[in-house]
């Protein structure tokens, strides 16, 4: 049964949070495999992503005024609900939608859902959002609202609370599109209407589709945040040297390697993103080996002069553009991961050949995916020395520099430019 428009990209909005928060996909992967949303006019997927990330982006706040205004908890068949609740809560209080049209619109999803029990409910708490929510946001503290506990606990004891919250308020502002490019950054900039940032990095306010840019087609650009960039820039000059670029997909740093005359062995394990990694390529016109395989299980045939790990983490660098990862992972999971990057990066360390440079990178703000692991790993391969990171390699950037000469960029940092990703990186000579 065919449904309204207006009714359909709720629907999917509401099926995205729950692929998310449930089914614990990321948002991306969800909204691209979803099988409506490719059929939709640009227009309706813009509103459905805008409504889900913004959902995501507020989603402290939005849970705390439901669950202040419900008598009782909603039962596990009833999680529907919440999530109609939750897209109803945003557009009211954060997208400017119509009160009548937003609670309408909920109203009528709850009934599709086959919730009947659930309408007057719906209802009730919708319009008294729309009375009481404007007062009600005002008495919250939005950043750590905003923010789970365990994330909040952690980087407070590993960046002061103020650093904290000002981490916070950058995943609130969102991010900017950032560019590297194959020509002239200038150029580039004056062309999209863009800002130099350093590094070469060019900035862009832009929302709407990066295939629709001036230059894309042509391959004259690629996606990439310049905290991104800063990091795989660390491996100094790569021209006519071997680099492995390992859990390479989707690819921006194989392109970069790749652009400035580097012999790239872009290894990962998945398909489909090693898909988007040889489309990238050949839009750009640039060449790597590409090699589908696990990376802890893989060994090139010949040592590499460069090695650079970029390897699975919690992502949690990435959430002022995508702020879905603060809410998909647990404590748990951290340790796992934790332990997943040490055995990469020890078996990472095989491939570098004397004299070579091994680069170990993760977009976490967690210490205990990043700075723990350069003791240990040291200790465990005595044939590695910690390379210090110098403020020429990052472009006279210190504040991104440590006391022991790691990379450590927070969101926080460049206010006035937008932020950056949250990324950690340690260079290694052999």
Not at 51 to 74: A, C, E, K, M, W
């Amino acid at each position: 049964m065919t449904i309204p428009k207006s009714l359909e990209t709720r629907d999917i909005a509401v099926t995205l949070i729950g692929n998310v928060l449930r089914a614990r996909q990321s948002f991306e992967n969800a909204y691209e495999n979803h099988i409506s949303i490719s059929k939709m006019q640009s227009r309706d997927r813009a509103f459905v992503r805008n409504l889900v990330l913004t959902t995501f982006r507020r989603l402290g706040q939005i849970d705390s005024l439901i669950n202040q205004f419900l008598l009782r908890p909603l039962p596990d068949s009833a999680r529907d609900v919440r999530d109609i609740l939750r897209i109803g809560a945003c557009q009211v209080l954060f997208m400017n939608v119509a009160d009548h049209g937003s609670v309408d619109t909920c109203v009528k999803l709850t009934r599709h859902r086959g919730h009947n029990a659930h309408i007057k409910l719906v209802n009730a708490i919708l319009r008294r959002l729309t009375r009481e929510g404007l007062a009600a946001l005002e008495q919250q503290d939005v950043e750590r609202e905003n923010t789970p506990s365990w994330l909040w606990r952690s980087w407070s004891e590993a960046y002061g609370e103020e650093q904290c919250r000002q981490i916070a308020a950058a995943h609130l502002r969102g991010g900017c599109l950032d560019l590297s490019v194959k020509g002239d950054p200038q150029t580039c900039a004056s062309t999209l209407r863009g800002q130099m940032l350093p590094m070469g990095t060019v900035r862009l306010s832009y929302r709407g589709q990066i295939t629709k840019l001036a230059g894309f087609r042509q391959g004259d650009w690629w996606v990439q945040d310049v905290a991104a960039r800063m990091v795989a820039k660390l491996v100094g000059d790569v021209r006519g040297k071997t680099v492995i670029d390992l859990c390479a997909a989707p690819g921006g740093k194989t392109l970069l390697f790749s652009h400035e005359g580097a012999n790239v062995v872009a290894v990962d394990r998945s398909a489909s993103r090693l898909r988007r990694l040889r489309e990238n390529l050949d839009r750009l016109n640039l060449k790597a080996e590409i090699i589908e395989a696990d990376v802890g299980k893989w060994q090139p045939e010949n040592l590499a002069d460069i090695v650079f790990l970029d390897a699975p983490c919690s992502a949690t660098g990435t959430a002022r553009r995508h702020p879905d990862v603060l809410w998909t992972k647990s404590e748990a999971d951290i340790e796992n991961l934790a332990r997943v990057q040490s055995r990469m990066l020890s078996t990472a360390a095989k491939m570098v050949a004397p004299g070579g440079i091994l680069v170990f990178a993760t977009c976490s703000l967690l210490p205990v995916e990043g700075e723990y692991h350069v003791s240990r790993f040291l200790e465990e391969n005595p044939l590695f020395r910690l390379s210090p990171i110098s403020a020429s390699d990052v472009n006279d950037f210190d504040q991104i520099i440590t006391q022991v000469g790691t990379f450590r960029s927070l969101p926080s940092f460049s206010p006035a430019d937008r932020g950056m990703d949250g990324f950690f990186a340690a260079r290694f000579a052999r």
